[in-house]
């Protein structure tokens, strides 16, 4: 079983954008350091407080100051992108990571970039699907090239020079191309149903309520079953808040401080979502309220926290409802005490993820 850390990532108003760079930087370093094994990294054009406009870039400048962890964009929204663009900068940093990536791809869901990129929301998966076909196109043609997808075309005919190579894209390091992965974050999922019927890996989010995550997997598999595939929960990647201290008292004080980073995280998740009419993906029945959606039932819900034997008790409850997963995907919080946060990854890698793959391996094997 593996370890991943999410991170949006997400910051109070009021710092510099070097100061949460510097704080996502110092997070993804110390992840690698404790062990885990793969960082996933948001991007937004237009949101303040989400600072990394482009997630390859951000995650280049941690190939040299780690050495185990994939590094890998969660996700590219790829509506928002050129598709030989992103398959130029993909090949580029597969190579200087020699490998150490894996490739997430969305539609791109926040109404500010939709807006500032004039995209389509209804029309977010079919463009996805597009400029990834177009990608894989790209790398597996010579040139010239003369392609299309039902969005995308790419031309390199007059402008080609074999001698000088003139007119040549660059293929990926891995062969044939990085393993892919998209998120989930609807009941039912239909970018879940696409990703079994391509092979890709799945993301749950981790705002999703537990009935929601279960129901992303079915997706996945009726999608991966109807294609003739084996779906194989390895590939699935189940996202949480998970905080863990050394007593679960010291847990309950950190949770009960009105100001800590969960709470803020999901009083912003809440505001977002409510703004754009998607407050329905916190519910957790069909004729719950809007103003049930609290932040006390979002934590109830989707944190984990407490010392090392509850949370992993409740890991190992989460996993008995949905099922097994090949992933743990912890949500990056930021670091209003960098103390605890620090000894949360390191006791959530080196003491929960043991005894959480005890239980999951046999699963997981018996698929």
Partial sequence: MKLAM???????????????????????????????DELWVGEHTTQRTEPITNALQFLSALIPLTKHMKLCPGVLNLPQHSPARVAADIAMFDHMSKGRFLMGIGPGG??????????????????MLSCYEMI???????????????????????TV??????????????????????SAMSHASSTAKLAGA??????????????????????????????????????????????????????????????????????FMVKNLSSIGLISAFKTRPDMLDAEVTIEHCIREMVIYGDVNSVTEQLVALSEQT???GTLMTTF??????????????????NVMPRLSDHMGPLLDAQ
């Fill in 161 to 182: 020079n074999h001698e000088l190579q003139l007119g040549y894209m660059p293929v990926p390091y891995q062969n044939p191309f990085p393993r892919v992965a998209t």
């Fill in 333 to 350: 919080h930021e670091w209003d005490n960098e103390t605890l946060w620090k000894r949360s990854m390191e006791l959530t890698a080196k």
């Fill in 6 to 36: 999410f991170m949006q990532p997400l910051h109070r108003t009021g710092l510099s954008y070097h100061e949460m760079y510097n704080q996502d930087l110092a997070g993804a370093v110390h992840a690698d350091a404790v062990g885990f």
């Fill in 110 to 127: 926040l109404s500010s970039d939709i807006e500032v990129y004039g995209t389509d929301r209804k029309l977010g998966a079919e463009v």
């Fill in 323 to 325: 099922g097994p997963f």
């Fill in 136 to 158: 894989r196109a790209i790398w597996a043609t010579q040139p010239p090239y003369n392609l299309a997808t039902d969005y995308h075309k790419v031309s390199i005919q007059h």
């Fill in 198 to 267: 391509k092979d890709w890996d799945l993301m749950s989010a981790y705002f999703c309520t537990r009935d929601a995550v279960v129901s992303q997997w079915q997706a996945y598999v009726q999608g991966a079953e109807r294609a003739g595939i084996k779906p194989d929960a390895r590939n699935w990647k189940v996202g949480r808040s998970v905080f863990v201290a050394d007593s679960q008292a010291q847990a309950e004080d950190y949770m009960a401080d009105a100001s800590n980073s969960i709470r803020y995280c999901f009083e």
